[in-house]
């Protein structure tokens, strides 16, 4: 017991997470290469949107040959591997689109990428943690971390789109930091009944909240809806809760049952776990399962940090027995700032999926022009649902009104309705 008592006392730390003071969640310096004997994983990785095309990345993949895992020393191998085994799995079982998936992937393939899955803690399939976190390099090491600086070290079909999508994503985690930074001074601040260090720190997260957003504006400047709607989308897809693979995936070699593991979401993110247990937010039961469920698809040190960040003593609670105007009007700045990022990104959401989907679904009816035959090849089974597996637009409003919940006064409630609503 003195143990867990003299454990809450100690001041809250990120240092045990993986969560570096730079980069936040996102990997540092990924490798680019791995060790000489996996080039054949790398060398099919690097042609993944090529092989895609010309519809030959399955006959490589069959020819492949099947390489030990032991050779992976370290994290950043380890991270790697999975982030090229990843994409390669996914234009494996996409290839042809929604017509003709598999069920099973090859022994070469599956026995590798379940053994660097199980030393990671991360599941068999492309996650946030793989397509942002670690694809990422700088073309000028000292230059900025922006668009024209960034590249991916592998790639989906999609062309500029897709290298626009996961890079202004990895700025959107970038735009985060200061807001992790922050979390540690508000749960110490909260402990020790420091008002004024709570009340600066929760500002620098607002902004920093403020920050995301405007990073996720990028969206529109560097992703083309067409191509990510009729073209990305299904590389995106897991085999959970999705009717193109209603029976799930076999991993050959591994085990003879299949296993469901759902695609790419932004709910995979830790970020907005973080804000939601740092403010309060709860979940309705059936959102509330499917962001827990998400929480399997972060790395370990990642989930371990949401999870502790939930056993903190209570921040609004706190806030309300202050009563001090500075430091409520800082919390409902920061929940404010978080309900315009959640408003924003149903925005997004609305103009990459719902959109198209209309429109495809009209040009199915009708004659089709150019960009609509794009938007019409994408799998009518997945025209309302996230990659993920989720009934789309009704969790997001569903999550981003629980949000407004935690707003302390009816007068931020009043307004933040009006600009939801707008």
């Known amino acids: 017991m003195a143990s867990v008592e003299t454990e809450r006392r100690a001041p809250f730390s990120l240092d045990s997470y993986y969560v570096s003071e730079e980069l936040g969640f996102v990997l540092p310096d990924p490798l680019e290469n791995l060790p000489s004997y996996y080039q054949p994983w790398m060398d099919i990785a690097l042609r993944v949107p090529e092989l895609v095309h010309s519809h030959d990345l399955r006959s490589h993949i069959n020819k492949m040959p099947l390489l030990s895992t032991k050779f992976l020393q370290n994290h950043r191998e380890l991270r790697l591997a999975h982030l090229v085994l990843s994409m390669v799995t996914m234009g494996y079982v996409w290839q042809e689109g929604e017509n003709d998936t598999v069920e099973m992937l090859p022994r070469s393939l599956a026995v590798p990428y379940w053994e660097v899955s199980q030393r990671l803690g991360l599941p068999s399939i492309l996650t946030h943690a793989d397509a942002v976190l670690a694809n990422w390099r700088k073309k ?77 504006k990028l969206m529109h400047v560097y992703v083309d809806p067409s191509v990510f709607y009729g073209i990305m989308r299904i590389f995106l897809s897991g085999w959970k809760d999705n009717p193109c693979m209603p029976k799930g995936l076999v991993y050959e070699g591994v085990q003879t049952e299949p296993i469901g593991f759902s695609g790419g979401s932004a709910a995979q993110s830790s970020l907005l776990h973080c804000f939601d247990e740092l403010l309060g937010v709860k979940h309705e039961e059936k959102s509330c399962a499917f962001l827990t469920r998400m929480r399997n698809y972060m790395p370990p040190a990642h989930q371990k940090l949401i999870q502790d960040i939930s056993l903190q003593p209570s921040l609004r609670g706190f806030v309300q027995q202050r009563a001090n105007e500075a430091l409520s009007k800082a919390f409902d700045d920061c929940v404010s700032k978080l309900l315009a990022l959640r408003s924003y990104h149903i925005n997004v959401v609305s103009r990459f999926i719902t959109v198209p989907a209309a429109r495809a679904r009209q040009l199915r009816t009708n004659s089709h ?46 307004t933040v309705h009006e600009n939801c609503h707008q």
């Open 369 to 414: 022009d150019s960009e609509g035959e794009m938007v019409s090849r994408a799998p009518t089974s997945l025209e309302e649902r996230g990659t993920g597996g989720s009934g789309i637009m009704t969790f997001l409003k569903t999550v981003r009104d629980k949000t407004k919940d935690v707003l302390l006064h009816e007068t931020s409630k009043k």
């Open 140 to 216: 000028d090491p000292e230059g900025p971390f922006d668009m024209e600086n960034l590249e991916l070290l592998v790639r989906l079909p999609g062309g500029d789109s897709v290298k626009g999508f996961f890079l202004v994503t990895l700025l959107v985690e970038l735009a985060a930091v200061p807001a992790l930074r922050s979390i540690p001074a508000v749960i110490n601040g909260v402990k020790c009944g420091d008002t004024d260090a709570v009340t600066k720190a929760l500002q620098n997260i607002g902004q920093s909240i403020q920050d995301m957003n405007d990073a996720l």
